[in-house]
């Protein structure tokens, strides 16, 4: 398949007896056409390991070594290895030939057709294998069932080691394992994260004690406790994801949010950073409307895509606003209402976009912000979820008046956040929402939102309304680049 590329993950640690003949039946096996690196990670081996590494390194240029300087584990490795990968499709791949590379097509296959974003080749599913030991089969389907329940899904073989991943996905789950605890905890994060997961059948020569296998009984002991870690844990993604996902146990707060904008939107609306779709499950449902859901993060777009991609008044586009080219997608959609909620202040320049935007977009567009508000209330979780800045009242109708909008009002929302946020973030120093807090909040929600007008402090977040005035003359270009330059 022309211009997609293989990463095959190796973790090798004292392997001198199979490493060559290992990586030679690696670059030997079909892979449905697609270009290979394979990534070795030597850790720190205490044989003649690493010199049959950087033997096979000068002799095929399709191998990458890398040593690290003290053994930490199979996890540790694979880590290493995630992070130097540069490919489309990654797999891990054993160094000690229990495993068969022939089976690569079949592995691959899902993930090339768009079914799949993992797949799990399983030991247990009907293939030719070699009869090892009793207690290693029982501890295997043991831990798998654990797992199974622990995290609500069905896979036959948790600790297999041929794992298939979309890399770009791959690369967001935030791994913490060392050693062979790296199956049950990736296997958790999967999970959580809600990619689609496929199993196929795989050849298995499982090596005996006497052949250097590795992992043992201690092993499975921690399997048990890493099962339960990792089915809890929130740092299975990137901190806005897992906020994401536990804003999806508050719909009545992106109701309410809903509510707060629903005077000011038109029939096509373009949502710029959908997320999830957390807000779009509310947008679409504005009479005769059309929605256009954009995002830039490939994990969300394919949420995006799963929930709505079957309605018809809803399109979704991938958009970047840091990327102008990005920006077509609105020329084409042409619509009369922006909506870009908690997306702002994620953006280092945003006056930048509020240019391009008014450069854009049609006159007589109305465009909704809504940000964080105050720098008083910043926090941990303002930088784990990647912020630049929270907004003081005033500042963003400012900002948009300067990028030639016209402000029509500015006001704040959510005013029982602002308390919860100073507790909980400010000065508890929390650094991702948990799924419960979304939970306790939506059950809330009714009086929060009856009591709006009550509580005397401003609101967690600011709405900014403005709109683009026809015959309103748009800044020149020198013009703003001074704005963009304040």
């Known amino acids: 398949m022309t211009g ?5 993950l190796v973790a090798a640690y004292n392997e001198e007896a199979t490493l060559r003949a290992c990586l030679e039946a690696v670059l030997a096996a079909p892979a449905c056409g697609l270009a290979r690196e394979i990534i070795l990670v030597n850790d720190a081996s205490t044989d003649e390991t690493a010199l049959i590494a950087d033997a096979l390194a000068r002799q095929y240029p399709e191998v990458r070594v890398f040593h690290q300087e003290k053994n930490q584990g199979k996890g540790a490795a694979l880590r290493r290895a995630i992070k130097e990968a540069t490919g489309d499709i990654a797999i891990f791949q054993d160094a000690d030939l229990e495993y068969d590379p022939r089976d690569y ?8 057709d768009g079914k799949a974003d993992v797949v799990f080749g399983s030991r247990f599913t009907g293939e030719v294998r070699k009869v090892l030991y009793f207690w290693h089969t029982v501890g295997n389907r043991f831990l798998t069932l654990l797992s199974n329940i622990a995290n609500n899904i069905n896979v036959t073989d948790m600790e297999t080691c041929y794992k298939v991943f ?11 394992s060392n050693r062979f605890g ?13 990619w689609r997961i496929f199993e196929v059948p795989i050849n298995y020569n499982g090596r005996t004690y006497e052949e250097g296998k590795k992992i043992g009984w201690k092993d499975g002991i921690a399997a048990f406790w890493f099962i339960l870690r990792y089915s809890f844990t929130q740092k299975y993604s990137e901190p806005g994801r897992a ?8 719909p009545r707060l992106n109701q309410w949010m809903y509510g707060a904008i629903k005077p000011y939107l038109g029939t096509r609306i373009a949502e710029l950073g959908s997320g999830t779709g957390n807000l779009t499950r509310w947008l679409k449902t504005t009479p005769g409307s059309i929605v256009l859901a954009t995002d830039y993060s490939v994990s969300n777009f394919d ?5 709505y991609g079957g309605l018809s008044r809803v399109r979704i586009e991938k958009l970047d606003l840091t990327r102008p080219d990005d920006y077509r997608v609105l020329n084409d959609f042409k619509p009369d209402t922006i909506v870009c909620l908690n997306v702002l202040e994620h953006i280092e320049n945003d006056r930048d976009v509020l240019v391009r935007l008014h450069e854009t977009l049609p006159d007589d567009c109305r465009i909704i912000f809504l940000v964080p508000r105050s720098q008083k209330l910043w926090s941990n979780l303002d930088v784990e979820l990647g912020h630049f800045r929270r907004y003081e009242t005033g500042e963003l109708s ?48 009714p009086a929060f939102q009856a009591l709006e007008g009550v509580f005397p402090w401003k609101g967690l977040s600011v709405i900014c309304v403005a709109k683009k005035v026809p015959g309103q003359s748009r800044p020149s270009r020198q013009a703003a680049e001074k704005i963009m330059a304040k």
């Open 4 to 8: 997609k590329k293989l990463s095959i």
């Open 105 to 112: 097509a079949r592995l691959i296959q899902p993930i090339l």
């Open 166 to 176: 979309r890399l770009d996905l791959l690369k967001t789950i935030p791994l913490e």
């Open 182 to 194: 790296i199956e049950p905890e990736i296997t958790a994060k999967v999970a959580r994260n809600r």
């Open 243 to 250: 906020t994401l996902d536990a804003l999806e146990h508050a």
């Open 303 to 307: 949420r995006l895509k799963e929930k």
């Open 398 to 445: 400012a900002k948009m008046q300067d990028a030639g909008f016209t402000v029509e009002r500015e006001f704040t929302f959510n005013r029982a956040g602002t308390p919860s946020w100073f507790v909980g973030n400010k000065l508890g120093g929390q650094r991702t929402l948990k799924p419960w807090q979304g939970k306790l909040y939506n059950f809330l929600c």
